[in-house]
């Protein structure tokens, strides 16, 4: 079966970029109709999307992260990746990849501190 | 944009008793299905329900989802020890994805 696993540092400098790549494995990042997904928890807090790109390439990004975000899609190594600049205190999360409603990757905690 | 709005935050019940736990959408089209995730502590979340009534592969039949309108449902018929978590619901199937904002079942 599909499943996801996230990868990336765990430990980010305040205004640097964070980047994490959800690894794809038991089937195609190419297959049409799903939404490759970046979700985050806060913590104590509740999911909150980042984006997603869909199967056709199309992305959306929450509203709230749109001018830091970035999501792409390399479908040679089928992995999604994202890119969140100029991070903060406030990134540190949960990160969460997901072939949404499912499979999602176990969770990559990310830290932002000097 | 839509937004979706569990009830109750929190709900506190004892094992064997029922659950029911709302989430209302603002607005959903023809394309929109909603889905029912269980998260524990230290874990991802967990689909329970898909396409607002479907049960999960391995999902046991006390957990059930419905839907009126707008308004969806998650039902656990009756509570074991391992359900008390907190249950997330989100939208998808049309742009954005969107999430509530939970509801904790807790032990009474």
């Known amino acids: 079966q599909v499943q996801l696993q996230e990868s990336g540092p765990g430990l980010v400098k305040p205004s640097q970029t964070l980047s994490l790549t959800c690894t794809v494995s038991?089937?195609?990042?190419?297959?049409?109709?799903?939404?490759w997904s970046w979700i985050r928890q806060h913590p104590g807090k509740g999911l909150e999307l980042i984006g997603y790109?869909?199967?056709?390439?199309?992305?959306y990004y929450n509203p709230s992260l749109k001018s830091r975000v970035t999501i792409s899609v390399d479908t040679s190594k089928n992995q999604f990746s994202l890119k969140l600049s100029s991070v903060t205190a406030a990134d540190t999360a949960v990160y969460y990849c997901a072939r949404v409603p499912e499979p999602w990757g176990q969770g990559t905690m990310v830290t932002v501190s000097s | 944009e839509v937004v979706l709005t569990q009830s109750p935050g929190t709900l506190s019940l004892s094992p064997g008793e029922r659950a029911t736990l709302s989430c209302r959408a603002s607005q959903i089209f023809s394309s929109s299905y909603l889905a029912w995730y269980q998260q524990k502590p230290g874990q991802a979340p967990r689909l329970l329900i898909y396409?607002?009534?479907i049960r999960a592969t391995g999902i046991p039949d006390r957990f059930s989802g419905s839907q009126s309108g707008t308004d969806f449902t998650l039902t656990i018929s009756r509570l074991e020890p391992d359900d008390f978590a907190v249950y997330y619901c989100q939208l998808y199937g049309s742009s954005p994805l969107t999430f509530g904002g939970g509801t904790k079942v807790e032990i009474k």
């Open positions: 396409g607002a009534s």
């Open positions: 790109i869909y199967y056709s390439g199309n992305t």
């Open positions: 038991g089937g195609s990042i190419s297959s049409g109709g799903y939404y």
